[in-house]
């Protein structure tokens, strides 16, 4: 058994969210995952790729190149790789040897979404890629806003911190904190599930928090719930939402009320550096462009938020990685999740020794 260390260790065999499609606007876009630095292109047929951002002739960033009609071509003196990582043209000769050549990524791009398989490439398999369903072609469209924020701390301190709310009462008193008590006593229930696990926080017979009543009207108090569902390595799905007294949210949430999709995905970039990706859905109020950007413009400082804690907490455990953390009862969903990745990264580092053998 490894022993467990607040900065999680790379799972290799997995998606994870390299960019929003946004983001390579331009057409080419420079990203270093799990230590490895990584080129973005639109092809000319318009496919995203990736490659070592590293040129085999003389270790150039081919990001420093430019994205022409057979690949992307280095800056520095002119080789040209398509999205194999393949040497498709050497100036001034005709013959390419084999060595020319640099490493390719799978990469899928869905819904707004571009994934990134860092493992295998021959263990990359596409129906492992978690549905966002609320994005443009996706099953059930919402207006939404998204950002890609850096984090200076491991992957998983991000999910260890959507895995405990507890914080909203202390991190986020400035933005969307409210009393810690209600949420230190929210009524909480975790499962495992088959790729993570999921917890249901219910506030029954609440009052709405302002941005609740601005976006879904309520006149008196709700029953509120937060549901998170982490999907192991680096990524936490979150329905927030109420409805009115009376309406049987227990038994049909369903309905219409106040709902918030949130998509976090968390890539690791280094050991103690990440990117955090997020998407706000705008459930309640569709046909108002402003209740989504009002939505995002609530959401944002209240990450930066997040992300300045955890920046100051991952200095501190770097000074000492693996002194053993303090265990309390608000950490039980944040221990499912870091127990479902555990057993997962034991057995990807069987599979890799037993492959070895
Ligand atoms: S370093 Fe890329 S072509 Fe020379
Ligand atoms: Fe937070």
Not at 106 to 127: C, F, Q, T, Y
Not at 180 to 195: G, K, L, Q, S
Not at 243 to 265: I, V
Request: with cysteine; aromatic share 10%.
């Amino acid at each position: 058994m490894a022993r467990e260390s607040a900065n999680a260790p790379y799972l290799r065999n997995a998606w994870y969210v390299a960019l929003f499609d946004d983001e390579l606007e331009k057409g080419l876009l420079a990203r270093t995952i799990m230590d490895e630095p990584i080129a973005f292109f639109r092809d000319a047929s318009g496919k995203v790729c990736a490659i070592e951002d590293r040129c085999c002739h003389r270790g150039a960033a081919l990001t420093d190149g430019k994205v022409i009609e057979t690949g992307l071509q280095c800056g520095y003196h002119g080789l040209v790789f398509n999205g194999k990582g393949e040497c498709v043209e050497i100036p001034g000769q005709d013959a390419i040897p084999p060595m020319a050549k640099v490493k390719y990524y799978p990469v899928v791009e869905r819904h707004e979404i571009v994934w990134i398989w860092m493992g295998d490439p021959k263990l990359a398999d596409e129906s492992q890629i978690v549905d966002w369903p609320f994005h443009k072609g996706g099953a059930t469209p919402l207006p939404h806003r998204k950002a890609c924020m850096p984090i200076h701390a491991n992957y998983l301190m991000m999910i260890d911190n959507l895995m405990d709310l507890t914080h909203l009462g202390y991190v986020h008193t400035k933005t969307i904190g409210g009393n810690p008590r209600a949420h230190v006593n929210a009524e909480m229930n975790t499962v495992r599930t088959e790729r993570g696990c999921k917890y249901v926080r219910w506030m029954l017979d609440s009052v709405p928090p302002p941005t609740y009543v601005k976006g879904a009207g309520f006149k008196g108090k709700v029953d509120r719930w937060q549901e998170f569902e982490y999907v192991l390595p680096g990524l936490v799905l979150q329905w927030s939402g109420a409805l009115e007294l009376g309406k049987g949210a227990r038994e049909n949430r369903n309905q219409e009320g106040f709902h918030l999709r949130l998509f976090h995905a968390i890539t690791p970039a280094t050991e103690n550096r990440s990117y955090y990706f997020w998407s706000t859905a705008n459930g309640y109020r569709t046909d108002d462009p402003q209740a989504t950007e009002d939505m995002y413009q609530e959401i944002y400082p209240t990450f930066v938020e997040d992300v300045d804690i955890m920046a100051n907490q991952q200095a501190r455990i770097d000074l000492d990685p693996h002194r053993p953390l303090l265990n309390i009862k608000a950490d039980n969903a944040l221990h499912h999740a870091r127990r479902a990745f555990m057993a997962a990264y034991e057995a990807e580092q069987a599979m890799t020794r037993q492959a070895a053998e």
